[in-house]
């Protein structure tokens, strides 16, 4: 079956402008989380995504921000975008959202 | 709070076996996982454990978990240079839903 698709690879951007990445799930999973993955910072949790509905947020900013469609895909945003928004940007997905979490190969983004 | 412990570098030599450990600290530990990333790339689930199980084998992986202690290991038999990579353990938390708790990552690096 298809995996975790992430599109785009890869993202250039410049200093205040805002981003969008988007994330299909595996056919059936219907929870979608979201990652940001620096070499500082490490993996951290952004926030999750079951039904359309957020259930659950990291300590990110506003900037930062999500959705889900009714189709399970979903998006997320970042709004005027700083340099240390410069990460790696992974989405996983699971049936439900309890365990089983398959990633995607996720999105480079580079604020100049 | 939540914090997930790894040692940073383990070199092997092919044919032998790899051992990575990982201690964790929230006793409301649901699943226990361990993710493979290599360079450039997303993140590979290669295998989890539910909280109450002592040991999970899966081929050439070997997890053992202590609950007692917040102990995960991993265990790769027979070690090959295509295992090169960085490992990551992680943990999901009852009623946290789609938020893994990750480690910093284990670098092995496996010599010819």
């Known amino acids: 079956k298809a995996g975790v698709t992430q599109t785009p690879r890869y993202l250039i951007k410049t200093r205040g402008q805002q981003v969008t990445l988007s994330c299909s799930p595996i056919s059936g999973h219907r929870s979608v989380s979201w990652y940001q993955q620096t070499p500082g910072q490490g993996l951290q949790f952004l926030f999750e995504y079951f039904s359309e509905t957020q259930r659950n947020k990291g300590n990110f900013p506003g900037r930062f921000s999500g959705r889900q469609f009714s189709n399970s895909r979903s998006e997320m945003n970042v709004s005027t975008l700083e340099l240390g928004d410069s990460a790696l940007y992974l989405c996983?997905?699971?049936?439900?959202?309890?365990?089983?979490?398959?990633f995607g190969s996720g999105t480079r983004l580079t604020v100049v | 709070g939540e914090d997930v412990e790894q040692s940073l570098f383990l070199s092997v030599r092919e044919g032998d076996s790899s051992v990575i450990n990982c201690t964790y600290t929230d006793s409301s530990s649901t699943y226990l996982y361990w993710y493979k990333q290599e360079p450039g790339a997303g993140l590979q689930l290669l295998t989890y454990i539910f909280s109450n199980m002592d040991m999970k084998q899966d081929q050439r992986l070997t997890v053992l978990l202590n609950k007692k202690d917040k102990h995960l290991s991993l265990r790769i038999a027979d070690t090959q240079t295509g295992d090169s990579a960085i490992y990551f353990c992680?943990?999901?938390?009852?009623?946290?839903?789609?938020?893994?708790?990750f480690g910093k990552g284990t670098k092995l690096s496996v010599k010819p």
């Open positions: 992680a943990e999901s938390l009852m009623g946290s839903q789609g938020n893994l708790i």
């Open positions: 996983a997905s699971s049936i439900q959202g309890d365990y089983g979490y398959t």
